[in-house]
């Protein structure tokens, strides 16, 4: 950092979190991660509880409930997105990854034997996608929408065109859709796992959502076969999820816990809003905005802008496929020196 600035003068605004300002419902549920039930190896799959309440969560966000058995608790998304992987992806197979797209998956598919060519997943491009997937071999499709880097989501038209595909067995998709709670929820692929599709895996967990990225909690849900199998996989890295972050992860997606839910979705809309109107009234160049996440066009690969008399920092997109924006995200509490 030139000159031997402090970071701490700086507003840092790279970390994807949901931090809110206001008190979580978990503060009141400390007795109960006393139990010694919570100590012991638990259920691989994860807690029938937890997988319940998710099912319902599911069904109230994206209209479709699947099953327990179609569930699977793992230790965060980045787990979850591993196993539905190396489920979906075979020697050989065509891979459409976003342009934009979440690090760890590239890292991930680049552990697998398989050929890795991107989609334009800017905002509002859903032509590229679409005669990628007519004029080429395509076998998986890894779709984030909302999500992260761009926050954007994903034209309605194509998530209906890209649902066909696969209940017809055309293509398989791996949805990530740890974002889609700040979405109305059509674009999720949960609905075709209820249906029976035995090519689609859909990712998720309360790290966003429930702004407990702490808890560790994620959810790989697919087909019964898919899940069994996605089992014998996670048994040779771990044995069970968290005994205590279940606990509280069932409490969060509990129906006690509807209104903190709420909370935490109009604290993501409310932020992102007004962190995108400070940065256009400071003269920035809107890329895209949405999920927790808005993102600036910026003249080279810089880690800083400046927001009136303040110097704001970001994640550069060169990190993540998109060279020349900034990201920032409006959920961690140091957004809040900026509106000082």
């Given at each position: 950092?030139?000159?031997?600035?402090?970071?701490?003068?700086?507003?840092?605004?790279?970390?994807?979190?949901?931090?809110?300002?206001?008190?979580?419902?978990?503060?009141?549920?400390?007795?109960?991660?006393?139990?010694?039930?919570?100590?012991?190896?638990?259920?691989?799959?994860?807690?029938?509880?937890?997988?319940?309440?998710?099912?319902?969560?599911?069904?109230?966000?994206?209209?479709?409930?699947?099953?327990?058995?179609?569930?699977?608790?793992?230790?965060?998304?980045?787990?979850?997105?591993?196993?539905?992987?190396?489920?979906?992806?075979?020697?050989?197979d065509h891979v459409l990854l976003p342009k934009a797209h979440w690090p760890i998956a590239k890292c991930v598919l680049e552990?697998?034997?398989?050929?890795?060519?991107?989609?334009?997943?800017?905002?509002?491009?859903?032509?590229?996608?679409?005669?990628?997937?007519?004029?080429?071999?395509?076998?998986?499709?890894?779709?984030?929408?909302?999500?992260?880097?761009?926050?954007?989501?994903?034209?309605?038209d194509l998530i209906v065109e890209l649902k066909d595909l696969a209940r017809c067995g055309h293509i398989r998709v791996i949805?990530?859709?740890?974002?889609?709670?700040?979405?109305?929820?059509?674009?999720?692929?949960?609905?075709?796992?209820?249906?029976?599709?035995?090519?689609?895996?859909?990712?998720?967990?309360?790290?966003?959502?429930?702004?407990?990225?702490?808890?560790?909690?994620?959810?790989?849900?697919?087909?019964?076969?898919?899940?069994?199998?996605?089992?014998?996989?996670?048994?040779?890295?771990?044995?069970?999820?968290?005994?205590?972050?279940?606990?509280?992860?069932?409490?969060l997606l509990s129906a006690e816990s509807v209104d903190y839910r709420q909370s935490v979705r109009k604290f993501c809309e409310?932020?992102?809003?007004?962190?995108?109107?400070?940065?256009?009234?400071?003269?920035?160049?809107?890329?895209?905005?949405?999920?927790?996440?808005?993102?600036?066009?910026?003249?080279?690969?810089?880690?800083?802008?400046?927001?009136?008399?303040?110097?704001?920092?970001?994640?550069?997109?060169?990190?993540?496929?998109?060279?020349?924006?900034?990201?920032?995200?409006?959920?961690?509490?140091?957004?809040?020196?900026?509106?000082?």
């Amino acid at each position: 950092m030139a000159g031997g600035e402090s970071l701490a003068a700086h507003i840092d605004l790279v970390l994807g979190e949901v931090q809110p300002n206001f008190v979580s419902p978990l503060n009141e549920l400390g007795h109960q991660f006393c139990g010694w039930d919570t100590l012991r190896y638990r259920d691989p799959q994860g807690w029938l509880q937890l997988r319940g309440e998710y099912g319902n969560w599911s069904l109230s966000h994206h209209g479709s409930r699947p099953s327990p058995s179609q569930i699977a608790v793992t230790n965060g998304a980045k787990e979850a997105f591993w196993l539905a992987c190396r489920l979906l992806v075979r020697p050989g197979d065509h891979v459409l990854l976003p342009k934009a797209h979440w690090p760890i998956a590239k890292c991930v598919l680049e552990l697998l034997p398989c050929h890795i060519d991107y989609y334009e997943n800017s905002a509002g491009n859903v032509s590229d996608l679409i005669e990628k997937l007519a004029d080429e071999i395509r076998d998986v499709v890894i779709l984030n929408s909302p999500g992260s880097p761009l926050g954007i989501s994903l034209h309605h038209d194509l998530i209906v065109e890209l649902k066909d595909l696969a209940r017809c067995g055309h293509i398989r998709v791996i949805s990530d859709e740890v974002y889609g709670f700040t979405s109305d929820g059509s674009s999720s692929f949960s609905s075709l796992v209820v249906d029976g599709c035995t090519n689609v895996l859909c990712v998720d967990s309360v790290s966003k959502s429930c702004a407990a990225a702490g808890l560790r909690i994620g959810f790989l849900v697919g087909h019964e076969d898919l899940i069994r199998k996605a089992l014998s996989v996670k048994a040779t890295l771990n044995s069970c999820a968290s005994g205590p972050s279940e606990i509280a992860a069932t409490y969060l997606l509990s129906a006690e816990s509807v209104d903190y839910r709420q909370s935490v979705r109009k604290f993501c809309e409310d932020r992102t809003k007004t962190l995108r109107a400070l940065l256009l009234a400071a003269g920035h160049h809107i890329h895209s905005a949405g999920s927790i996440y808005v993102c600036v066009d910026v003249p080279e690969e810089a880690a800083y802008l400046t927001v009136g008399e303040r110097r704001v920092r970001g994640a550069p997109g060169l990190a993540f496929g998109a060279p020349g924006i900034l990201r920032l995200c409006a959920t961690v509490s140091d957004f809040e020196r900026l509106c000082e």
